[in-house]
């Protein structure tokens, strides 16, 4: 399981690339992002909507009111234009880490 | 058997949101999106073959602990940009507040400081209750405060805190400046809190009313005034909370759920 700081880091980056695969709701949110990582990406649900509303707040994504199929309404959520340009700088920025890192451990696991 | 007190989820969320509604830190958009991730949630457990009740129980512990997502919450929805009567409130009872003290504080400092130094009390006040609000602004949260502060994070104690203090206090000033109260620059620059008070003092210098009357109804109806305006706005923010003592009185009803 993810570490708190490292939740904390990624939700962002998560919200957006989950949203750049088209709207939705928090709840769906938390269920894609909990089957991707398959529980290793652990939120504690409640805390995802303040983060929804701060990005909300940055323009990074909008909201809309919907009535569901059940009939009550949902809060769907959408990438805005800032989203999408904050998600490409947020994705060359996990790629450094993430090849640095396989670079690292690969030639660590030559050497043992 | 069948159960005599069938669960309610309808019943059982809107309970849940009029626990969390107490709170500042939510506002009703957040409290009806929060409702609608318990609903999903409550139907996924019970996809999975729990009761409703259960089902509810586990989705409201999984959604967070009150106190946690009252911090985070709080932290996207400072109280300068509540709803306007949240709003209102605070600048009425902030008003109020200052008024009581302000008048104490000149009413005191001119009966035991000499005529020079008389002022410096209310005027370091005044730029204290400045640098206050100015910190409390930028920050946006009570961090760093007397913890004795937090009861102002709760709209029913303070208003009450606030009318004992207002009456309380509000007759003593004149009773130590010996009921000679002539409008001064820091109690007419107070506005809104003071306008039943100056317009007192308007009747008074046209000739109309006699200045003790003018004082003295000036006060009643600073008084009234404030009250009213402080029940109201505590109304409009609980409205929530009027709804449930009505709907305590009559069976609820087994509509369906909406906003």
Known sequence: MLSKELVAASTTTLVLSILSEGENYGYALIQRVNELSAGQVHWSEGMLYPVLHWMEKEDLIESEWREAESGHRRKYYRLRQKGRKALNTEKEQWMAVHTTLKKLWKTQTLLT | ?259
Do not use: C
């Open chain 2, 1 to 259: 058997m069948e159960n005599p007190n069938p669960f309610d989820l309808n019943e059982a969320i809107r309970r849940w949101q009029q626990d969390l509604g107490a709170s500042p830190a939510f506002k009703a958009d957040n409290l009806e999106e929060l409702a609608s991730h318990l609903r999903a949630s409550v139907q996924r457990l019970k996809a999975n073959g729990l009761t409703e009740a259960k089902a509810f129980q586990v989705a409201s512990r999984r959604i967070g602990e009150r106190g946690s997502l009252e911090r985070e919450f709080a932290k996207v929805n400072p109280a300068v940009n509540g709803p306007l009567p949240l709003v209102l409130f605070w600048t009425v009872a902030g008003l109020y507040l200052f008024e009581v003290v302000s008048q104490l504080v000149l009413g005191l400092s001119n009966a035991y400081l000499p005529a020079p130094l008389s002022r410096v009390p209310a005027m370091t006040m005044l730029v204290v209750t400045v640098i206050v609000l100015a910190v409390r602004w930028t920050t946006g949260s009570w961090r760093g405060f007397s913890p004795l502060l937090r009861i102002f994070d709760h709209p029913i104690r303070a208003t009450l805190g606030l009318i004992v203090l207002g009456v309380g206090l509000s007759f003593l000033p004149d009773i130590l400046t010996g009921l000679q109260g002539r409008p001064n620059s820091l109690t007419i620059g107070l506005g809104l809190v003071k306008f039943p008070k100056i317009s007192g003092y308007w009747l008074f210098l046209f000739g109309f009313i006699k200045l003790e009357i003018a004082t003295f109804a000036g006060y009643v109806a600073t008084q009234v005034a404030v009250i009213v305006v402080l029940v109201s706005s505590m109304l409009l923010l609980d409205r929530r909370g009027l709804r449930e003592n009505t709907a305590r009185r009559t069976p609820p009803p087994q509509t369906a759920y909406r906003n």
